[in-house]
């Protein structure tokens, strides 16, 4: 088969489509034939040499997917060969075939074609494991979604909203605001004009927001707990303004509020298989309702992935950029 591989770490340009051993299933493993993938921003740190798969995953890129099970290892049951599926992985979705645990595998929704399927597993475990599993996000609140317009942001305010939650998100341009708009967002802010901070304050009466989902790490830490309200929850799931901050406790007491960060990728397999069944019963439906959609800017032939990565690391895109699996 062919991949996506890295023989250096570097820029773009160190992503090679080459020619490599066929994957085979293990015990509880299924063999997908690949139709699609899709650029996250792990896959960027992982192609300049900052964040290494976990041990025993594939070495190629790419943490989900969409195709057909082209073939099932030993003691897999509830799956067929020619099932339409796609999947959450720990890498290797950068290919024309990968295998996956089998507790990672979800049906293609209904509504939902094939190849826009891949956009979903990364975005749906993500979002429903932070703001619902673990910051229980409820009716009547307020969640804050930094990088409102990203794969994330996208559909964590279509199902903030359709859990009846008001969705605010901060965004760079006036067009990534309105597309929010259109998903639903109710409070919108540009974050290279406005504090959010402010804003938030001001648009829900000085109460603040109950969950903020935070990409951005240390460098909006001590924004991010002004802006919670008293019981609020802050979820972390990136660093992309760093690692380190300095927290101020009196603050997070006077408020009573909690700090959780998490990352998937390297969960066990268990975890990850609880999460997947989670979204399968809580997201599987909305999406085949047609309440939630995945949101795609583009696609790209997967021996584009350089100029895929390009797109995403200057942040033009709105929702999840694909590759598509055909030479």
């Given at each position: 088969?062919?991949?996506i591989?890295i023989?250096?770490?570097g820029?773009?340009e160190?992503?090679?489509?080459?020619e490599?051993?066929?994957?085979?299933?293990g015990?509880?493993?299924?063999l997908?034939?690949?139709?699609?993938?899709?650029?996250n921003?792990?896959?960027?740190?992982?192609?300049?040499?900052?964040?290494?798969?976990p041990?025993?995953?594939?070495?190629?890129?790419?943490?989900?997917?969409?195709?057909?099970?082209?073939?099932?290892?030993p003691?897999?049951?509830?799956?067929?060969?020619?099932?339409?599926?796609?999947?959450?992985?720990?890498?290797?979705?950068?290919?024309?075939?990968?295998v996956?645990?089998?507790?990672?595998?979800l049906?293609?929704?209904?509504?939902?074609?094939?190849?826009?399927?891949?956009?979903?597993?990364?975005?749906?475990?993500?979002?429903?494991?932070?703001?619902?599993?673990?910051?229980?996000?409820?009716?009547?609140?307020?969640?804050?979604?930094?990088?409102g317009?990203?794969?994330?942001?996208?559909?964590?305010v279509?199902?903030a909203?359709a859990?009846?939650?008001?969705?605010?998100?901060t965004?760079?341009?006036?067009?990534?605001?309105?597309?929010?708009?259109?998903?639903?967002?109710?409070?919108?802010?540009?974050?290279?004009?406005?504090?959010f901070?402010?804003?938030?304050e001001?648009?829900?009466?000085?109460?603040?927001?109950?969950?903020i989902l935070?990409?951005?790490g240390?460098?909006y830490?001590?924004r991010?707990?002004?802006?919670?309200?008293?019981?609020?929850?802050?979820?972390?799931?990136?660093?992309?303004?760093?690692?380190?901050?300095?927290?101020?406790?009196?603050?997070?007491?006077?408020?009573r509020?909690?700090?959780?960060?998490?990352?998937l990728?390297?969960?066990?397999?268990?975890?990850?298989a609880?999460?997947?069944?989670?979204?399968?019963?809580?997201v599987?439906?909305l999406?085949?309702?047609?309440g939630?959609r995945?949101?795609?800017?583009?696609?790209?032939p997967?021996?584009?992935?350089?100029a895929?990565?390009r797109?995403?690391?200057?942040?033009?895109?709105?929702?999840k950029?694909?590759?598509?699996?055909?030479?």
């Open positions: 088969m062919y991949a591989t023989p250096e770490p820029g773009p160190a992503l090679v489509w080459d490599v051993p066929d994957p085979v299933p015990e509880g493993e299924v997908v034939e690949v139709a699609a993938s899709a650029v921003r792990a896959d960027i740190l992982q192609r300049q040499g900052f964040y290494n798969p041990p025993g995953a594939s070495p190629y890129p790419g943490l989900e997917c969409s195709g057909r099970v082209a073939a099932l290892g003691g897999v049951s509830g799956w067929a060969v020619g099932d339409e599926v796609c999947a959450l992985l720990a890498g290797g979705g950068y290919a024309e075939k990968v996956v645990p089998a507790g990672q595998l049906p293609v929704p209904d509504g939902v074609d094939l190849r826009t399927a891949a956009a979903l597993p990364e975005v749906t475990c993500t979002v429903w494991s932070n703001v619902f599993m673990i910051a229980h996000l409820r009716p009547g609140e307020t969640l804050l979604v930094h990088g317009s990203s794969g994330i942001g996208t559909m964590a279509q199902l909203k859990v009846g939650a008001k969705a605010a998100v965004a760079g341009t006036p067009e990534k605001l309105e597309r929010c708009a259109e998903l639903g967002a109710d409070i919108l802010i540009n974050y290279r004009e406005q504090d901070v402010e804003e938030i001001k648009a829900t009466g000085g109460a603040g927001a109950d969950v935070d990409n951005m240390a460098k830490l001590e991010n707990v002004r802006a919670l309200a008293v019981n609020g929850r802050l979820a972390i799931i990136g660093m992309q303004g760093g690692a380190k901050g300095e927290l101020n406790i009196g603050a997070l007491l006077t408020k509020a909690a700090i959780s960060a998490t990352s990728r390297a969960r066990p397999l268990e975890e990850k609880a999460i997947v069944a989670a979204v399968r019963e809580n599987w439906p999406l085949a309702a047609g939630v995945p949101v795609v800017d583009r696609a790209l997967m021996s584009e992935a350089a895929a990565h797109i995403v690391e200057e942040s033009g895109h709105v929702g950029v694909l590759l598509t699996a055909s030479r």
